[in-house]
């Protein structure tokens, strides 16, 4: 499309540290200027800001402060980064963290702009996991009627969703509850921000907003959670909108924040991980996208429906139109990398990474990757953030079996990165289980920078992995979400082809490392099954929060 030679999108990701921008040529995909806004607050564990009021555990908030800010600053120092006219930029699109949720007055006001000593008036981030036993209820119940979107979800919901946490303010602070006229996404709430008009996407109703066959759980089961819950889908908005949509024109006060011109194509909101599958040209039955970070989150477009045990859900067009679209995820795989890093390696180990000019990870994954496969003696398992797939409890913990008085940090080290992989493959066996192919598998994230992991999980997985070809992924998806909303192109699969970029069969599994590591894989699975039920595991955290209660 010549026309497009000299058009620009802005693609904005709202990730859990910091917001990104990057300005791409709608024509090609290139990206011409990036700029990073690190959160002011980053996240909220431990204290509210500007209080003394301190937070339970297993809380994790952020503030909408810091989201506008990436707007005022990220995306003006993008397009001079660039060095293009703004006059040329035809559209901006945004992804968020999920569920990311906040509530917030009819007019978008968020609740903690109002009273910010309440806990409950903040936004809850994605890992914000105090709400199990909430989840744990609401799956009880749905278990107990009958209820024909559980299935939808492998069988359960998380504690990480909005139905869970939103039953958690209702039931601890019944007053902001009172107060919520909207209870909304960040990934609507930012659009709402950009354009005045309040919006919700189909791709957050449906994977963390339980919205399946056109509606919401029915005020009868909401009501036999709580009879004050009853009213609660109220509070959920209007009807969906479609992914690539246009959501709205960008305002004169946005158009003030971001210096870009007033009245732009503003697309629909998105989901980081889903629109990272349009960065990659992945939006085919069977490709799926594992986005590897502080988390990963796999997904993946089907023409087929199925039930698939321990999925995040399966929602029509929910990464792409027409297609069926599929989530699971690991709740934490570089965050329990950096964990042990920062808790568990000996000051000699950092000074001499730094005198070899290293970083400690660096350093550790030299090590780890010197040794043969199981020389360690150990296997882990990786549920230090709780286990988002395929066990759905956020209670679980992590396990490290096989330590001896010779056991080293590399060995740990490289333990648990095994461990995230043994648990993608699980992932992928129980999609195939379920009669969902997986035709590809595309990485994507901060994590491919590691050819050591990511040469790991091609041998754990004993099949190629492609990688995507931007270090941008849910910026660039975003982006190309912004040229179908201005208009650029007809559809996604039109976009992604001409703007997404992915290596193919990047790396290539071995077969005598793939053959050990069935061994230990076999091993992480009798650990899996028998540390699942929760019992051990379960009553060390109640101990643990009755000791700091």
């Given at each position: ?153 492998g069988g359960r919901i998380s ?302 997985l004993r099949r190629p992995l ?68 929760g019992r051990m595991l379960h ?11």
């Open positions: 499309m010549s026309a497009n030679n000299d058009r620009f999108v802005i693609g904005v990701d709202f990730g859990t540290l910091s917001g990104r921008a990057v300005v791409v040529r709608v024509s090609d995909g290139a990206e011409l200027g990036t700029a990073v806004h690190e959160y002011g607050h980053r996240v909220i564990e431990d204290r509210l800001p500007g209080t003394d009021v301190r937070l339970a555990p297993d809380w994790a908030l952020q503030s909408p402060h810091d989201w506008l800010d990436v707007l005022r600053t990220a995306v003006p120092q993008a397009v001079a980064d660039a060095g293009i006219d703004p006059a040329r930029v035809i559209g901006i699109g945004t992804d968020f963290t999920a569920c990311t949720v906040l509530p917030a007055r009819a007019d978008g006001t968020p609740l903690c702009h109002e009273t910010p000593e309440r806990p409950h008036a903040w936004p809850k981030l994605w890992k914000h996991h105090a709400a199990q036993a909430h989840a744990d209820r609401i799956n009880a119940l749905a278990a107990e009627r009958g209820e024909t979107w559980l299935p939808r979800y504690s990480e969703w909005q139905f869970a946490k939103a039953l958690q303010v209702l039931e601890e602070d019944p007053e902001v509850y009172a107060r919520t006229e909207r209870w909304i996404e960040a990934a609507d709430w930012i659009v709402w921000q950009l354009t005045g008009v309040e919006t919700r996407n189909v791709c957050t109703a449906g994977y963390k907003g339980v919205f399946q066959d056109g509606g919401y759980p029915s005020e009868d089961f909401l009501a036999a959670l709580n009879p004050g819950f009853a009213g609660f889908t109220a509070k959920l908005g209007h009807e969906l909108s479609p992914l690539g949509g246009l959501a709205g024109r960008l305002t004169a006060r946005a158009a003030e924040w971001t210096k870009l011109p007033e009245g732009i194509a503003v697309a629909v909101g998105n989901v980081d991980a889903h629109v990272t599958s349009a960065a990659a040209d992945a939006v085919r039955p069977g490709q799926m996208v594992a986005i590897m970070g502080t988390s990963t989150c796999h997904v993946m477009p089907s023409d087929r429906l199925a039930e698939v045990p321990g999925m995040c859900g399966v929602v029509r067009d929910g990464i792409v139109p027409g297609l069926w679209g599929y989530e699971a995820g690991q709740s934490g795989v570089g965050d329990i990398f950096a964990w042990f890093v920062d808790n568990g390696v000996p000051a000699s180990y950092t000074l001499t990474a730094g005198e070899r000019g290293l970083s400690v990870h660096e350093y550790l994954t030299e090590l780890a990757a010197a040794q043969r496969v199981g020389e360690h003696g150990l296997v882990a398992l990786d549920w230090h953030n709780g286990n988002r797939s395929v066990l759905v409890d956020h209670n679980l913990s992590g396990v490290i079996v096989g330590q001896t008085l010779s056991t080293r940090p590399e060995d740990v080290y490289r333990a648990l990165i095994e461990a995230t992989a043994f648990g993608a493959r699980m992932i992928v066996e129980t999609f195939e289980e379920a009669g969902v192919p997986v035709e590809d598998f595309v990485a994507a994230g901060g994590l491919l920078k590691n050819g050591f992991l990511m040469q790991i999980y091609a041998d754990v492609s990688v995507i070809g931007s270090d941008q992924g849910p910026a660039l998806g975003s982006a190309i979400h912004a040229a179908v909303a201005a208009g650029a192109y007809a559809d996604i699969q039109q976009a992604a082809a001409a703007m997404g970029t992915r290596r193919d069969d990047a790396y290539l599994p071995d077969e005598a490392r793939a053959d050990a590591y069935d061994r230990l894989y076999a091993e992480y699975r009798t650990l899996h099954d028998y540390f699942g039920d009553t060390l955290r109640a101990i643990r929060n009755e000791a700091n209660g």
